[in-house]
């Protein structure tokens, strides 16, 4: 063979192998990235891509654990949520996660919005309203316009669109600790959940606890039993 062409080939190997390296085995440290624990090369001698693939599968690995110890703390009781108004019974919510299974007797404790417990039962929560009963501790109250200092209609409305409401007719209605209070000016009259202290009249008003004459085990007046009737609206009994 001619000299000078085995010059050429000899150059020509030499610039292929200086520009593009000689294939060899992956070492301990450049492993192609097809592995679970891939650790890859130094970045520019390709053994990056392995890297990048190991711990992206490494990644994945954690993932599916996270996924796992997520279902497991989730699953405590289904990996459900507890949802107001969804529990059995009509029960309230015990914690983010737990249905109550109890409620506090006479009030709306530890049932969900709109009811209210009596023994140990969750049942609606209403007030009579004219010829209606409007579900209170949901959003409603009783509205009363009057006429010449006598109730002339009724209607159940959105809480807070109204100046004469009828909140509750009983402590039954109202939060744990709290008493249904009526109020009136003689000429139009409300009732309202709120502390035994701060049920009292005032100059121009005058105070008074409102009852339910059915709840006899235990009579829920302060003072007195529930034996009258309020005169502006008989249909609310009062301790007296």
């Not at 008074?208 to 009994?237: I, K, M, N, R, Y």
Request: charged share 10%.
């Amino acid at each position: 063979m001619n000299m000078n062409k085995l010059g050429s080939v000899a150059v020509v190997l030499t610039l292929a192998v200086t520009l593009f390296g000689c294939p060899t085995r992956p070492g301990p440290d450049q492993d192609g990235g097809d592995g679970p624990t891939s650790r890859g090369g130094h970045p520019e001698s390709g053994g990056h891509a392995g890297a990048t693939a190991g711990v992206g599968g490494g990644d994945a690995g954690v993932a599916g654990a996270g996924g796992s110890l997520g279902g497991s703390a989730g699953g405590g009781n289904g990996g459900s949520v507890c949802t107001a108004g969804a529990c059995p019974g009509n029960f309230g919510c015990l914690s983010a996660t737990t249905c109550a299974t109890t409620c506090a007797p006479r009030s709306t404790a530890g049932c969900a919005p709109g009811y209210e417990c009596v023994n140990n039962a969750c049942v609606a929560a209403t007030v009579p309203c004219g010829s209606t009963l409007c579900q209170v501790g949901n959003g409603e109250q009783c509205c009363v316009t009057f006429s010449g200092g006598s109730p002339s209609a009724y209607a159940c409305v959105p809480s807070g669109y109204c100046a004469f409401v009828l909140d509750c007719d009983s402590e039954v209605d109202c939060p744990s600790g709290e008493i249904c209070c009526g109020t009136t000016n003689g000429q139009g009259f409300g009732t309202s959940c709120t502390s035994p202290s701060a049920c009292k009249g005032g100059t121009y008003f005058s105070a008074f606890q409102v009852c339910d004459p059915t709840l006899t085990s235990a009579t829920e007046c302060l003072a007195g039993t529930c034996s009258g009737t309020f005169s502006l609206e008989p249909a609310l009994h009062t301790c007296q």
